[in-house]
């Protein structure tokens, strides 16, 4: 079959480009859609990064659609992760035999938003079970294992790994994600992406989730470039969330305007705060790593912003903040699937890959005074991050503490472990992208670099709530001072495969 694009054109092309040159008339939406499936089957066999690839996009039924040739996101090619967010008629098995088979029944707010502005929707990523691990590897339909497209060898990261795999392979410009402890900008700063995680309450969750239970989760995209981040973000905003959808109801309004502010300068320079400081976990930040941030800090200082080193003791108290994220992810993340599924039978849990099944059991080991203690812990550790966000415009800071792992080994919920262990490696890993989820706080991975192993390296900005676009300003101003990824992936739609 001819395709509109070339496949050089094509993993060029990013989603303002798609929309454009749809809105314009120079090609269809479906000559889009067909080119973007072609590339899902150049790449798939190599990165199982798939549930799901649609012959035609997915239509909602309970939304209506833009005329042709209009909206933001018009023709854009798009997958859903199988988990969070989905619309009417697909299935959403998050990863595990508790959903297998099951088909949503009402679109969900932020990809109706996405669908009005244009979005064709292709079909469904791979993540990890239940969005509970750093690895995208499952169990329930055998095992399938996400990969790295710069290394095969090496995870995607988790538990949105699949979503960026397709991102980076060239397939598509951007993919739904979901980010609880680090999911977007987890394998974002793994496959060499940008990935935004917005304010708690600046987006809607889907329709049978519980904010006030899901506190640290939000939703986004994994795109190649702020272009396309800021594209998507202001797609979502487009429409108003749903009245009571919100965890703070009025504290985010009106679509943002982030794609324009790009092309507009700082209004002055950023004062930063930076740090590689180990945050209360064993060990420290891998020196490549760590080097980068130093180097981003120094490129930035010489540019003309201001840069300060930030004390640690300056940095919030720890010991609360590991505290209280170990009891929402261990205790109550499980303990709420019983909101749906009531005690699990014997059965059921043999279902779950053995990381899960540990979760589960971990979760009967918390009670209420345990909930209290974490709704307390969860204001000093916001009020930390206040306090610093009072004297830096944002901070700079690693992303993953270590080189990749391998794919399905020690962050994989589908690998036997020692419970207790595989828990802490978990929280060693998450230490840089866990607290923003913690206090809520928007964030954003940009890729900086390979290391010795040409492997994607990452570096993290946090921001100061609701202010999305001034954060995504500084992150341009970041790509001003460091070195684009110069070679593609060893997976991608343009290599033989």
């Known amino acids: 079959m001819t395709h509109p694009y070339s496949w050089e054109r094509w993993s060029a092309l990013g989603a303002v480009d798609i929309a454009d040159h749809v809105r314009r008339g120079e090609v269809s939406a479906a000559e889009v859609a067909a080119q973007a499936h072609a590339a899902a089957l150049r790449v798939e066999p190599q990165i199982s990064a798939l549930v799901e690839l649609l012959d035609e996009p997915h239509h909602a039924p309970d939304v209506a659609l833009p005329p042709a040739r209009e909206g933001l996101l018009a023709g854009v090619p798009f997958f859903l992760k199988d988990l969070g967010s989905s619309i009417a008629g697909l299935k959403r098995e998050n990863g595990s035999a508790l959903h297998r088979d099951e088909v949503v029944t009402r679109t969900d707010p932020l990809p109706a938003a996405w669908l009005k502005q244009g979005v064709q929707v292709l079909g469904r990523a791979t993540t990890a079970e239940l969005g509970m691990g ?14 790295n497209p710069w290394n095969t060898a090496r995870t995607a990261g988790g538990s949105s790994g699949g979503s960026a795999a397709l991102v980076a392979a060239g397939v598509v410009p951007l993919t739904h994600a979901t980010d609880g402890a680090g999911s977007i900008r987890q394998p974002a700063a793994l496959n060499g992406l940008v990935g935004l995680k917005v304010s708690r309450g600046l987006l809607p969750l889907p329709w049978h989730v519980n904010e006030l239970l899901n506190t640290s989760m939000v939703e986004g995209v994994f795109a190649r470039t702020l272009e396309d981040t800021a594209l998507a973000l202001d797609a979502a905003t487009s429409e108003p969330a749903p009245l009571g959808k919100l965890y703070s109801a009025g504290q985010h309004s009106g679509p ?25 976990r064993p060990g420290g930040c891998e020196p490549q790593r760590a080097a980068v941030v130093r180097n981003v800090a120094a490129a930035l200082d010489r540019d003309g912003h201001h840069v300060e080193d930030i004390c640690p003791a300056d940095l919030p108290d720890w010991s609360v903040l590991w505290r209280s994220f170990k009891t929402f992810w261990a205790g109550m993340r499980a303990a709420s699937w019983r909101l749906t599924h009531g005690d699990l039978s014997p059965e059921q849990v043999a279902s779950l890959s053995p990381g899960v099944q540990g979760y589960w059991r971990a979760s009967s080991d918390y009670g209420q005074s345990d909930l209290m203690r974490y709704l ?30 391998l794919a399905n080994t020690t962050l994989s919920p589908a690998v036997a472990h020692e419970f207790e262990g595989f828990l802490e490696n978990f929280l060693d890993a998450g230490r840089y992208t866990m607290p923003a989820n913690e206090a809520g706080l928007p964030a954003l991975a940009l890729a900086a670099g390979l290391d010795t192993e040409g492997l994607p390296m990452g570096i993290q900005l946090y921001g100061r709530w609701g202010e999305e676009t001034a954060l995504l300003q500084a992150g341009a101003a970041v790509q001003r001072v460091i070195q684009p990824l110069a070679p593609r992936p060893a997976v991608h739609v343009m290599n033989r495969c």
């Open 134 to 147: 750093y690895d995208t590897s499952t169990v329930y339909r055998g095992l399938q294992v996400t990969r």
């Open 256 to 280: 943002t305007q982030a794609l324009a502010a790009l092309g507009r300068d700082l209004p002055r320079p950023l004062h930063v705060g930076f740090t590689t400081d180990a945050f209360g």
């Open 376 to 405: 307390g812990d969860n204001v000093k550790t916001a009020l930390a991050f206040g306090k610093l966000l009072e004297r830096f415009d944002v901070l700079l800071l690693p992303v993953v503490p270590f080189s990749t792992p």
